[in-house]
């Protein structure tokens, strides 16, 4: 059993490690820069220490830091949350090094899954379709990097274009998370944005690497949870449909998915299980689908450590994805098989990720002081969030506040909690999205059902 | 009010002329409590007149008498600082448990002379002084974890 967790990370997630930990007797370590003194994380934890200036990159990514901290206070594992240093590799390594336990995946499948290009040969084998792309295309354009699938010159991706038909996605090798895409819909734009997504790559990723795929419109993002220990048991928790995104940034997630024909949902679910084995993967892990109109899924990405969203999942399954992360980091065997979780699933859930930003002013970030916070209360409703009355939401990190998750028997009872608890929900002080959340939660094709990636340019 | 020359006062004056010509210096300004006290000396020898600022509800005020001498210096208003922790780690007063510490209160040192070692993940990272000071408390305890940003120096700056 860990004596001891440092959560290397911050925020709404940060405050989310630290509940399980404490659920489970685990005493928790914070690590905060100076931007975070009077963070919620740094409250609840047992210990903190200050590990550096607000640039991530001085404190939060800083690896020497992060393992100084753990030393200092003797910590048995760390938890990297989400984004930050969570799928990278080298921390994982370092930390095995210092016999501290990552919370996460193998350096193998961090190494493997990391490589976006690579990911994709990796599923290809284990029998996952891919997007028609770079990387898939018979014609054989590419001479250089026949493995990675990754173009070159303006002419090759020009001339695959053509073929694979407008539009076409522009990705980097080393993005992901909804980073490093640029959609082009004829000749023109895809000779400007082929290098602009090189040197926006170059500049966020260090790599501008860059492979093409079929943009496909009306497409359904899905993913599916998976759980894996290291005794070769691996499940899946069921699929999460999250097409209403922003600039490919999730903005509403549910699970299951409303549009998800069984048939279909038994299909991804069984491809997702056998890439998962085939990777030999641990922990746990979500495989991003892109469903096409007529139902065909394509291996989008995967993902080697806890999502934002796990919580929908959490809602419609009764277990808590984190405890089941730090079970499985302790090496103990899955404590359900299938046919467990195929009867805990109950009902449907609905989650809204509130940004401090302003809607009505082209999302501009809106940090700053909170000044009245009330969040919404009742039967079926979960907030995740390390706002307080009082705390100054600071400039340096990504806009999410809060997570506002609503559980219900079925989809409609979800709604119209998610509605109720959207009227309540007062965040004072600064600017959020509740009210583009609230906007979403009335559209006649959210409310039917009908979410495509494309929903919030309609 | 009644003008307030309390014992008090006249020993810190005392002191603070003292301290001048123990360290000739040219001036001094100094604030404790309500008082504030700014001591210019003429030449090297003798303390030149004094100008004392009383609080605003005082009275009377002194008027400095100028005196024809050597120009004075300007020093920074600011006396004491603090350094702080650059980073994460054991904070060490010596080189190793044998040796004495590199710094001890009252010290006076150079700009760049070390005043004590981090230690993050087995290395050992050397803290200079960032000006010349004078040693006036060590706020950290030998052997213990600091963090970023945490008080290790009080200081003055010489």
């Known amino acids: ?458 | 009010m009644p003008e307030d020359k309390s014992p008090s006062t006249l020993d810190l004056l005392k002191q603070v002329c003292d301290i001048m010509e123990n360290h000739d210096l040219a001036e001094v300004y100094l604030r404790e409590g309500e008082v504030t006290l700014r001591v210019r000396r003429t030449g090297t020898s003798m303390p030149g007149p004094l100008v004392i600022q009383p609080p605003s509800y005082m009275h009377s005020q002194t008027e400095p008498t100028e005196s024809n001498s050597a120009p004075s210096v300007q020093l920074p208003h600011e006396v004491e600082e603090v350094i702080k922790s650059p980073m994460l780690g054991r904070f060490y007063r010596a080189p190793n448990p044998d040796k004495p510490p590199y710094v001890e209160e009252g010290d006076t040192v150079a700009e760049e002379t070390i005043l004590c070692q981090i230690e993050a993940m087995k290395i050992f990272n050397d803290i200079p002084a960032p000006f010349s000071c004078e040693i006036l408390e060590i706020l950290a305890e030998d052997d213990t974890p600091v963090e970023y940003d945490q008080p290790l120096f009080r200081v003055r700056r010489t």
């Not at chain 1, 911050?10 to 489970?24: F, N, Q, W």
């Not at chain 1, 370590?29 to 903190?48: G, I």
Request: proline letters at 4%.
């Open chain 1, 1 to 458: 059993m860990f004596n001891k967790i440092l959560i290397a990370n911050r925020g709404e997630i940060a405050v989310r490690i630290i509940r399980t930990c404490r659920d489970m007797g685990i005493k928790t370590v914070a690590v905060y820069s100076t931007a975070d003194q009077d963070a919620l994380h740094v409250k609840y934890a047992d210990e903190k220490y200050c590990i550096g200036p607000p640039s991530p990159t001085e404190s939060y990514l800083k690896h020497l830091s992060l393992i100084t901290a753990a030393e200092l206070t003797n910590a048995d594992a760390i938890h990297p949350g989400v984004g930050f240093l969570a799928e990278d590799a080298l921390f994982a390594e370092i930390c095995k090094e210092h016999k501290i336990t990552f919370i996460g995946p193998s350096i193998d499948n961090l190494t493997e899954m990391g490589d976006k290009a690579e990911a994709r040969e990796t599923m290809a084998k284990a029998g996952l379709e891919l997007v028609p792309g770079s990387r898939r295309h018979k014609g054989g354009i590419l001479k250089k990097n026949p493995k990675k699938g990754v173009i070159e010159s303006e002419e090759e991706a020009l001339e695959l274009a053509e073929k694979l038909g407008y539009p076409v996605g522009i990705k980097a090798v080393s993005g992901g998370g909804g980073r490093g895409i640029r959609i082009a819909y004829n000749d023109m734009a895809l000779r400007n944005l082929f290098y602009t997504v090189k040197s926006e790559a170059e500049a966020a990723f260090g790599n501008a690497e860059v492979y093409l795929e079929k943009w496909i419109e009306n497409a359904r993002h899905i993913e599916v949870q998976v759980l894996a220990d290291n005794h070769g048991n691996v499940i899946h928790l069921g699929e999460r449909e999250c097409s209403i995104q922003r600039k490919q940034q999730k903005l509403v997630e549910e699970a299951p998915s409303p549009s998800l024909s069984p048939k279909i949902r038994s299909e991804i679910s069984r491809a997702a299980i056998r890439a998962v084995r085939s990777i030999g993967f641990s922990n746990a892990g979500t495989i991003e689908f892109l469903v096409d109109p007529e139902d065909n899924f394509y291996f989008l990405e995967m993902n080697t450590r806890i999502q934002v969203e796990h919580t929908v999942t959490e809602m419609i399954t009764g277990i808590d994805l984190i405890k089941e992360q730090i079970r499985l980091a302790m090496g103990e065997e899955l404590g359900y098989d299938q046919s467990d979780v195929n009867a805990m699933m109950n009902g449907h859930a609905i989650e809204c990720r509130i940004n401090a930003e302003d809607p009505d002013n082209n999302f501009t970030p809106s940090p700053g002081k909170i000044d009245g916070y009330l969040p919404p209360g009742g039967i079926g409703i979960r907030v995740d969030s390390h706002l307080y009355d009082g705390y100054v939401v600071p400039p340096f990190y990504d806009s999410l506040v809060a997570k506002l998750i609503a559980h219900g028997r079925d989809r409609t009872e979800a709604i119209a909690r998610m509605k109720r608890a959207l009227d309540e929900f007062t965040i004072g002080g600064i600017k959020t999205t509740i009210p583009l959340c609230k906007r979403i939660m009335n559209d006649e094709r959210f409310l039917n059902g009908l979410v495509y990636t494309n929903f919030l340019e309609g």
